[in-house]
Each structure stands twice: as structure tokens, then as C-alpha cells.
């Protein structure tokens, strides 16, 4: 899966539909790979960047630093509130290809909090014995 994202307006308990995304890696500068919309209520967002010859989605992410953008305002446009965020953004890394990285945004017009979750299907490492 790689990175998933489910974005949650609080005060209605429904999925922000309409929210977007952006993906990015950094290289020498930042690279977008992904963008989209929130899309299904109650479902997880993956974002599956393209491969490197554009043939198709990589199903897993390569080692490095990543940043994630999630745009408040076209949802909350949608509700004809302004929010006080305009957005959220997060820096994170990804240390091995296995890493599963999943994304829970709680948002308000006033405020939002975010819970990362991170997994691994690596197999687990064999304990050496003598």
C-alpha cells in the first residue's frame, strides 16, 4: 500500500470528501509524485506515485524524506466555512521499502490533529543462536 490517508471532519463525523492531497520526495529539490481528492466516505485514500517511466503505480515507496499536504479549503468551501487552517503538512521519512504509512487527519474549521501509524511487512528478523 505504501501511504494511505483517511481525513475525518470532526465536528460532523463524516470523511472530509473533496479535500486535497499532494505527495511529494525530495531529491536535489522536491518532486511531486501524487496528487488527488479525498474520495469515499468510511475508505482510505493510498496514494500509489507513478514509476519512474510513467507505465504505471509503485507499490511501494522508495527510502527518503517525503512531505504531505492536505488542503483544507475546497471541503470546507463545500460547507461555505472558511477554516483557519488552510492546510496541513507533514515532513516524514521512509526508512525501508516494506514501510506502511497510514495518515488519520481530524480536522475543524478551527483546528486539526493527525495520528500517523506506521507497519511493516517485512518478514520479522531471526534471532541468531549460538
Known amino acids: 500500500m505504501g501511504i494511505s490517508i483517511e481525513v475525518i471532519d470532526s465536528a460532523t463525523g463524516r470523511s472530509a470528501i473533496g479535500a486535497s492531497f499532494v505527495?511529494?520526495?525530495?531529491e536535489t529539490d522536491w518532486?511531486?509524485?501524487a496528487k488527488g481528492?479525498?474520495?469515499r466516505a468510511g475508505q482510505q485514500q493510498a496514494i500509489r506515485p507513478?514509476?519512474?517511466d510513467g507505465s504505471?503505480?509503485?507499490s511501494a515507496l522508495e527510502r527518503g524524506m517525503y512531505r504531505l499536504r492536505i488542503d483544507l479549503d475546497p471541503y470546507f468551501a463545500g460547507l461555505g466555512v472558511a477554516p483557519f487552517q488552510s492546510h496541513i503538512e507533514v515532513a516524514f521519512r521512509v526508512f525501508h521499502c516494506g514501510q506502511q504509512i497510514r495518515f488519520l487527519m481530524m480536522i475543524t474549521p478551527?483546528?486539526?490533529d493527525h495520528?500517523?501509524?506506521l507497519s511493516d511487512d517485512r518478514p520479522p528478523a531471526r534471532s541468531s543462536q549460538n
Open 23 to 26: 505527495l511529494w520526495r525530495k
Open 31 to 33: 518532486q511531486e509524485l
Open 37 to 39: 481528492q479525498v474520495a
Open 50 to 52: 507513478p514509476t519512474p
Open 56 to 58: 504505471g503505480t509503485r
Open 110 to 112: 478551527t483546528s486539526c
Open 115 to 117: 495520528h500517523i501509524v
